[in-house]
């Protein structure tokens, strides 16, 4: 196939991933919802989550308006490497990403409540539709973000044909794609950090009343704050997650594709008619890890009392080595064996082979995996590092904080070397833009990676479901193990969007200086530079602080809400007793108990907590989004200088803390379902005092691992992006004559 028609080839992939995906969906549609309380839990948690993407999405469409007036005018008028057009870009980036939350929640939504209805049949049923569910999210992700950047580039293209021989008009046409990352990253920020005070707000404030204080089960209808914490499970981690990696997706390819304009002239000149491929590249590596997913999803599976971790990992690894043989044949069609390239920051001449460049895509694939195995092996029950919380519960919440902390701390140490070991190797082997290969390539293989996470909140809630309906404890047993494991693939879900974001963000920093044409001083003896560095490392804690108290505002309103039901309702007293003293006794509740429990039903005021938990998500949101998208902006007005040393300093700072807060979080999490798990027989008179700890240690972590840390890594990219998207600008201000 020639080269050239590649770029037609990327939007038909696109479409029939998002195809596959429509099917995947109506499968889910089509399976058994339970009985009519199963579908009564699922309307009001569907109800819920739907309510809040509603209410956020309308603040957002006045931030889209805003923000690409701003962008069409700034660009019109001010630098001759964009134009308006750019707006254009940034609205259906916004649009793509917004879409693609929506249509992963609604299916997640209908996935939790057939999965609860499935896992009555047996395990591995139950595995299947929760799978099923969270594919439709990677999909939906994957297949909306290359048919954006795909038929945009065609658009483009066709505006400026010189684009193919010129590589000024080719820069122009790559400046106005960036607007779509841009696009996608507002949206990814706000929904992420939305969706984490939302789902944390309701978390806390059920698990302080709820379990802490009343010492009732996890998810028990009793809780009025339960429905609000499975609509949290939905908007943190189904779509806040999606908006997220779909961010990171659509950063790797549009810098790796801005980074291989330096390529063009090389390639062109050792192989006629293939200057272009190495902008092409980065949408082919895409194309095969679309294919390579999708292949992927058919390894999945598990049998009655086996591992679902061990089923998810086998559809994983075999993407993987798919995407490693497809990513081989790629580059040895693409890529010429020998390329010489000038470097544009120092000017020199350096030659690259063919074989480098594979290495460069496949270290980021291998690395992302490596990554997620290390945060496995941290937040994982039974493993050393959350055997080392349990142990410290059984002295109280105080040792249980601190154990969790230092388990985070140690955590960043093999990430952070994996993660810099890959930038050097693809340093070395491609220049920047293998580094933006790389970062390509541990996204490449995102639909499965996305589908295994989100697998995690709709087992999470097919748990709460199964709690509410009273399904019994066999049940429960098969979602509790479900949800045990969407603990750990969350957890490498977050670690693996972390170290994307390091790659992407490295990469978008070097597209930056390439934009700015090797103008920027990066010496860390400038005192410009130096300062940039410090505010950099300072933001990420700014950040992370703003959605703490975040978080904890909304909480203690949750908390009083739920305290004055408990005290007001008359039903819900007797009921809590029924209910704990059954809990205490480790044992199904009587025949009374259940009459007392049931006359109970339905009096709980579900709304009034979501309602506590939306309106606090939709205020707290808006200041630390603007922090993310103003800070670069006035700091590139002052000193472009400056503002390279704020990109290196924020991805420093801004990894290291991700990864930190993500894995504390998972690991305390984790351990307190470990606790339960063992429960009396394994601790005795010393499982309820440990319980009350690991539960205190959950706490602490929910905004940690939901709402801080996973935020951090779109704060990175977004700051990012925004010094890639204004550098013409700033060019324009500092630079021109």
Known sequence: MDPKLIIYLVPLIAVLALGYAFIRASWVARQDPGNERMQMIGKWIAEGAMAFLSREYRFLVIFVIVVAVILGVSNAFVSEDTTAIIALSFVLGACCSALAGYIGMKTATRANTRTASAARSGLNDALMVAFAGGSVMGL???????????????????????????????????NNLSGFSLGASSIALFARVGGGIYTKAADVGADLVGKVESGIPEDHPLNPATIADNVGDNVGDVAGMGADLFESYVGAIVSAMILGVAWTKGLEESS????MNAVYLPLVVAIVGIISSVIGFFFVRTKEGGNPQAGLNQGTFGAGILMIIGTIAAINWLIPAKVDVPDIITGDTYTYQSWGVTVSVLVGLVSGIAVGLITEYYTATFKSPVKTIVEASKTGPATTIIQGIAVGMNST????????????????????????????????????????????????????????????????ARTDKLDAVGNTTAAIGKGFAIGS?????????????????????????????????????????????????????????????????????????????????????????????????????????????IDISTAAAIKKMVAPGLMALLAPVLIGIYSADMLGGLLVGVTISGVCLAIFQANSGGAWDNAKKQVKEEGHKVYG?????????????????????????????ILIKLIS????IIAPLLYALHYAN
């Open 140 to 174: 939906a992700v994957v297949g909306l973000a290359l048919l954006g950047l795909g038929a945009l580039f065609i658009v483009y293209l066709q505006m400026h044909p010189q684009a193919l021989t010129e590589t000024t008009v080719l820069m122009l046409v790559l």
């Open 272 to 275: 006629p008619g293939m200057g």
């Open 413 to 476: 140490t093999l990430p952070v070397i994996i993660i810099g070991f890959a930038i050097l190797v693809a340093y070395e082997l491609s220049g920047l833009y293998g580094i933006a290969l790389a970062g390509v390539g541990m996204l490449s293989t995102l639909a499965i990676q996305l589908a295994t996470d989100a697998y995690g909140p709709i087992a999470d809630n097919a748990g709460g479901v199964a709690e509410m309906s009273r399904l019994g404890r066999d049940i429960r």
């Open 501 to 609: 974001a390091a790659l992407t963000a490295l990469a978008l920093t070097a597209a930056y200086l390439t934009k700015m044409g090797g103008k920027v001083n990066m010496d860390a003896a400038n005192p410009y530079v130096l300062v940039g560095l410090l505010i950099g490392c300072m933001l990420p804690f700014r950040f992370s602080a703003m959605a703490m108290v975040a978080v904890g505002k909304a909480a203690q309103d949750m908390i009083q809400e739920v305290r004055r039901q408990f005290r007001e309702i008359p039903e819900l007293r007797p009921a809590l007793t029924a209910a704990q003293q059954a809990e205490s006794e480790d044992r199904e509740p009587t025949e009374e108990e259940q009459k007392i429990i049931r006359a109970a039903d339905g009096k709980a005021q579900y709304t009034r907590c």
């Open 685 to 713: 008179e010393s499982y309820d005092f440990m319980h009350k700890a690991t539960v205190t240690g959950d706490t602490v972590g929910d905004p940690f691992k939901d709402t801080s840390g996973p935020s951090l890594n």
């Open 721 to 724: 992006v925004v010094a890639m």
